[in-house]
């Protein structure tokens, strides 16, 4: 149903139709045209000596039909569906906890569990290393020298512990929502345990479990950081083949096969999600009001309550807090602030610091702030603009449109915003417009929920008191929206102050954020200083996520 | 049939404190204002909620702390809860795949149930295309497909409008006299509690404050609260006592009446004035207060009446009232 309240249309048309036009705009400009930009160039790439598109199409065929591309094509979907199964796998009991029971540091595991959502992937990859790796704290407690990192369990590992808190959010609050009458139905049927959880539980869940998954997968499908740290010459996403062909390789042709064989791919996952999602959701029943399953204060299964978190701690705090642990242990093996001091004090580490990162390290905090600032700002206020603009439309295609970037390749964007604007723009401009993309999807989909969910009756009731379009922002809309753009604008600047990819593809590592500070030590085998750097920037971030963490966790207000 | 022995339990709000039987094949309603603990009832004979003391009996047996798969009850709840991923056949078969029986035996019950509720081939129906009646009657079939000894309904027509509202409720007595099954009704409307029952129980605050036959709820309420609560109440002084008179037992004398024996008559004024179709109900201010009288004569407001009644067709209500 459409009830678009008639005052808003007849103000809201002409300005609305404008910011809707600028932004298709903006997006042609920004995305697609350097999208575009990058085929173009490689169409015309004049490397095999015959021209243009000739050029083009023998690549394509060459590439298409090269083994290494079928161990690209297999390598990015294995490890995608393996690591979006697994974490859905880790994170069911995990969300089953979470939608059940009341127990003592239950906000702390759910905060925990959204850790590793917002660090950025080459933290992780730090930390992975720090716990897993060769010199790692299992191989030492253990003495052992297991390659549990550099490899596809590696990737699958990182992967896992990356998304299934994730998971874990979006299984616990679909089972939070399941209406405790459905289980008590089957019960008075004589059903019980297992019974109702394979044959009513289970299928209820399913399109909470299938979009965690998909999400999951295009996430593992799209990894850059990662793979590019773990995957050595021998394994690739496509994301990471674009980068070695087009940075490395210097073959652009190549690397635009992979961007289009990317596309094509991701551009498939999502019809195909979005159907069976759709298809999945049809089933659902509106049952009116509904009574979610209660929560129990009752001691969990003792067993249950340890294994699971014993197994949160290893899996989630084990990786962190050897970081942590060793960002402060110097190479005497004495705890201090000795990386600390190399990383701020110029000339006090054995390598330049500077000269790895071109920028001293207050430099990098300082640039980190102000692009994420800038870029989450940006994607802020558009975001916001438009979910307002577009409340009560149920056009899927709009909606659709402004999800694209989730499945563009980001290295594909940052090259092309590069080629295209690099003569106009300067790259810092070019990595806060490329950052937009990141976030944008994102944020875009928890500001329209917000908006969508405030009750039109509220707002219809404030114009027929005779509110005007600027009172009812100012008295109802933003007053009532303030949790959901608080959240928004959180991830607004957490996900480029995480960013990797585009500040590595448009910056060529020379715009030195944080991740690509990070990323450059590891390169240049600092590790430590890696983990300390890391840990600056947990701590930077910290506050962040206790702002996300106050505003987000579902049902936090209901008994 | 079912027997609540001194069933205690604590909530935050309120304590339910229930003592009370119900007779096999009888249709009992629980009837009270919101929070008075009718659900919470249900859900313990249910055994959805378990009490902190007491017992509950099933055909004299303990199921105290039986689960719910144990019971043999069948329930339907407020909005029905079909599963939305099954079809309706599905739904209504559910039970009794749970107990195993041949896909035949299922098949048959199913097509057996469906023709019972007047839903005859909906089998293959997606639940979330059926309307809100044909959704209860769907609960309803698949509640008596394990031939369940008792049928428990929480507020089954609440969210289903007027009109077919009461013809489910006819059918649901139709239902219940040819399946000769047991079944315990949660409303808050006296109207369906009157109309179906045999029996009522109105609940207050947790309590069991009055357990009888429809009529006698009416005529001879325990105290005030059930009085006023299960229909329009006038409460005059007669012989040092208040007298409940229900409205059909006043009526609006004609010119020149007066004077019976055993009538007593007020000078009063009509305050104000529902037509009801069949008849009209008015509130008169009488030198023995507020009265509601039911009259099929078109009066207006502010005419002045005289208002009757027989003080012996009053019902003495006892001192000590609670509210």
Redesign the interface.
């Known amino acids: 149903m459409n009830h678009h309240a008639p005052v808003r249309a007849a103000s809201g048309g002409a300005d609305g139709r404008v910011l809707l036009v600028g932004l298709a705009g903006f997006f042609l400009l920004f995305m697609v045209a350097p999208v575009a930009t990058v085929f173009i160039r490689a169409a015309g790439h004049d490397a095999v000596g015959a021209g243009g598109l000739d050029a083009f199409w023998s690549a394509l065929t060459s590439i298409v039909t090269a083994p290494r591309t079928r161990s690209v094509i297999t390598f990015t979907v294995g490890q995608a569906s393996l690591s979006a199964a697994l974490a859905v796998a880790v994170a069911l009991p995990g969300a089953y906890l979470m939608a059940h029971y009341t127990f003592p540091g239950r906000r702390i595991i759910y905060s925990l569990s959204l850790l590793p959502f917002v660090l950025p992937t080459i933290i992780v990859v730090v930390a992975m290393i720090g716990f897993y790796g060769k010199n790692g704290l299992i191989n030492r407690l253990l003495g052992t020298d297991f390659n549990l990192v550099y490899n596809f369990r590696g990737i699958v590992l990182a992967h896992v512990f990356y998304n299934f808190s994730l998971a874990i959010r979006i299984i616990s609050t679909a089972w939070s929502g399941i ?1 405790r ?2 289980r ?9 345990g297992p ?1 109702v959880f394979f ?2 539980t289970l ?2 869940l ?1 399109p909470s479990i299938l979009s965690s998954f998909i999400l999951v997968f295009i996430y593992c499908f799209l990894s850059f950081g990662v793979v590019l740290v773990f995957g050595g010459v021998r394994f690739s996403t496509f994301e990471v083949a674009i980068y070695r062909e087009m940075f490395i390789n210097l073959d652009l042709p190549a690397a635009s096969v992979f961007a289009l064989l990317q596309m094509a791919f991701s551009g498939l996952f999502i019809l195909v999600s979005t159907g069976s999602l759709h298809r999945a959701r ?4 509106d ?3 509904s009574l979610p399953p209660l929560r129990s204060a009752r001691p969990l299964p003792r067993a249950l309550l340890v294994l699971y978190t014993v197994t949160m701690l290893v899996f989630v705090l084990g990786p962190l807090t050897t970081m942590v642990v060793r960002a402060f242990t110097g190479s005497s093996g004495a705890l201090g602030l000795e990386n600390f001091r190399q990383l701020l004090v110029p000339g006090a580490a054995e390598r330049n610091v500077h000269s790895i990162l071109r920028s001293s390290v207050p430099g990098v905090v300082l640039r980190s702030i102000g692009l994420a600032t800038a870029s989450g700002t940006l994607t802020f206020a558009v975001a916001g603009l438009t979910a307002l603009r577009l409340r009560g439309s149920r056009s899927t295609w709009i909606d659709g449109a402004l999800q694209i970037p989730m499945g563009v390749s980001l290295v594909t964007v940052g090259l092309g915003l590069r080629l295209l604007w690099q003569d106009v723009l300067p790259p810092v401009i070019l990595i806060v417009l490329g950052q937009f993309f990141v976030a944008f999807p994102l944020v875009f989909r928890i500001v329209r929920t917000g908006v969508e969910e405030l009750s039109e009756r509220i707002v219809n009731a404030a114009e027929i008191l005779g509110a005007g379009r600027r009172r009812i922002l100012m008295d109802i809309e933003l007053p009532l929206l303030r949790r959901t753009f608080l959240n928004a604008y959180a991830y607004a600047l957490a996900l480029p102050f995480a960013d990797l990819t585009v500040a590595m593809t448009v910056g060529r590592g020379r715009v030195a954020t944080f991740p690509v500070a990070i990323y450059r030590l590891i390169g240049f085998r600092s590790f430590d200083l890696a983990l300390a750097l890391a840990v600056l920037y947990i701590a930077f971030c910290l506050v962040l996520f206790l702002v996300i963490d106050r505003t987000s966790l579902p049902g936090k207000d209901t008994p | 049939m079912i027997e609540f022995r001194s069933v205690r339990t604590r909530y935050p709000e309120f304590e339910l404190a229930v003592d009370f039987s119900i007779a096999e094949g009888e249709l009992v309603s629980i009837l009270g204002p919101s929070g008075s603990g009718k659900t919470t009832t249900l859900r313990l004979i ?3 909620e378990q009490p902190q003391e007491g017992q509950i009996l099933i055909n004299g047996r303990d199921v105290t702390h039986l ?3 144990d ?1 043999q ?3 339907v ?1 407020q ?7 099954m079809s309706v056949g599905d739904n209504v078969g ?2 009794l795949r ?2 195993r029986r041949p896909a035949a035996e299922v098949r048959a019950t199913v097509a057996e149930l469906l023709d019972l509720v007047e839903l005859p081939g909906y089998q293959d129906r ?3 295309t059926l309307s809100g009646g044909e959704r209860q009657r769907v609960a309803i079939a ?2 008596l ?2 031939r369940p000894v008792l049928l428990l309904l929480d507020e089954p027509f609440s ?1 289903i409008d007027e009109v077919l509202r009461r013809d489910l409720r006819d059918e649901i007595v139709r239902l219940q006299k040819r399946l000769g099954i047991t079944v315990v009704f949660v409303t808050h409307s006296r109207q369906e509690a009157l109309a179906i029952s045999d029996r009522v129980a109105v609940l207050q605050a947790g309590q069991v404050v009055q357990y009888a036959g429809v009529e006698e709820l009416y005529r001879q309420p325990r105290d005030r609260f059930v009085a006023e609560f299960v229909g329009d109440a006038n409460f005059v002084t007669g012989d040092g006592t208040q007298l409940l008179l229900r409205p059909e037992q006043l009526w609006i004398a004609g010119e020149g009446d007066g004077g019976d024996e055993g009538i007593v008559y007020l000078d009063a004024e009509i305050e104000m004035h529902q037509y009801l179709g069949s008849t009209h109900r008015y509130a008169c201010r009488s030198t023995a207060g507020r009265l509601i009288v039911m009259d099929p004569r078109r009066r207006s407001v502010g005419d002045t009446v005289t208002v009757a009644y027989r003080p012996a067709d009053g019902f003495p209500m006892t001192e000590g009232d609670p509210s």
């Open positions: 209406d009458r459905y008590e139905s089957a019960e008075i049927l004589g059903d019980r019974g044959r009513v299928p209820l399913i049809a089933g659902a029943v049952t009116g009001q | 249910a055994g959805f689960s719910p798969a019971r009850i069948g329930y709840f909005d029905y809860t079909l599963f939305p991923h559910y039970g749970i107990r997606n639940v979330a698949r509640a497909a394990t969210s």
